[in-house]
T-cell receptor
Framework: SQTIHQWPATLVQPVGSPLSLECTVEGTSNPNLYWYRQAAGRGLQLLFYSVGIGQISSEVPQNLSASRPQDRQFILSSKKLLLSDSGFYLC????????????FGPGTRLTVL | GESVGLHLPTLSVQEGDNSIINCAYSNSASDYFIWYKQESGKGPQFIIDIRSNMDKRQGQRVTVLLNKTVKHLSLQIAATQPGDSAVYFCAENMNNRLAFGKGNQVVVIP
């Protein structure tokens, strides 16, 4: 069966510091991968998605970037964090396109101080 | 995360009763819908899905109903248990993406 991992689970970072969140998927090949941010009381906001190695689509212009160095690895990064980057970050995968069923990881709670 | 339930509509249900959670979707052209469950501090978990060529689909203790005429989706949970306490939200496919609702908090009273 497929499993999706995210780490770290929680992170507290100062404003202006870099960020690297990692997501890996097991049990499937060539998945579509997604990064979402979830703010309190709000719906999921799609940040990036990837259909393959090195292929990244950005949904919302912002302070973040994503990379996919391996088939089942997806990384969310920032060079300088802002206070507004705080939130709950979710990685997801699907076997189909972005409108297909997506399965989520456990999430990373990021607090920027 | 743990604060995902803030300011969300809340449904309080007695343990053992049935729960009905509603979702109004926006795009009449959407042909695929999903219900997710999100417990505090965890990622969303897939519960059940339905395509627009159906108006009802059943899973284990859950039933999803789709009314395309009024663009309404509901999730029914039978014999609600304490472990069903969570935020439930729907998703529809729209513009080749999944669009997610904000969710409803379900609180099960023992």
């Amino acid at each position: 069966s497929q499993t999706i991992h995210q780490w770290p689970a929680t992170l507290v970072q100062p404003v202006g510091s870099p960020l690297s969140l990692e997501c890996t998927v097991e049990g499937t090949s060539n998945p579509n991968l997604y990064w979402y941010r979830q703010a309190a009381g709000r719906g999921l906001q799609l940040l990036f998605y990837s259909v393959g190695i090195g292929q990244i689509s950005s949904e919302v212009p912002q302070n973040l970037s994503a990379s996919r160095p391996q088939d089942r690895q997806f990384i969310l990064s920032s060079k300088k964090l802002l206070l507004s980057d705080s939130g709950f970050y979710l990685c997801a995968w699907s076997s189909g396109g972005p409108a297909d069923t997506q399965y989520f990881g456990p999430g990373t709670r990021l607090t920027v101080l | 995360g743990e604060s995902v339930g803030l300011h969300l509509p809340t449904l309080s249900v007695q343990e053992g009763d049935n729960s009905i959670i509603n979702c109004a979707y926006s795009n009449s052209a959407s042909d695929y819908f999903i219900w997710y469950k999100q417990e505090s501090g965890k990622g969303p978990q897939f519960i059940i899905d339905i395509r627009s060529n159906m108006d009802k689909r059943q899973g284990q203790r859950v039933t999803v109903l789709l009314n395309k005429t009024v663009k309404h989706l509901s999730l029914q949970i039978a014999a609600t248990q304490p472990g069903d306490s969570a935020v439930y939200f729907c998703a529809e496919n729209m513009n080749n993406r999944l669009a997610f609702g904000k969710g409803n908090q379900v609180v099960v009273i023992p």
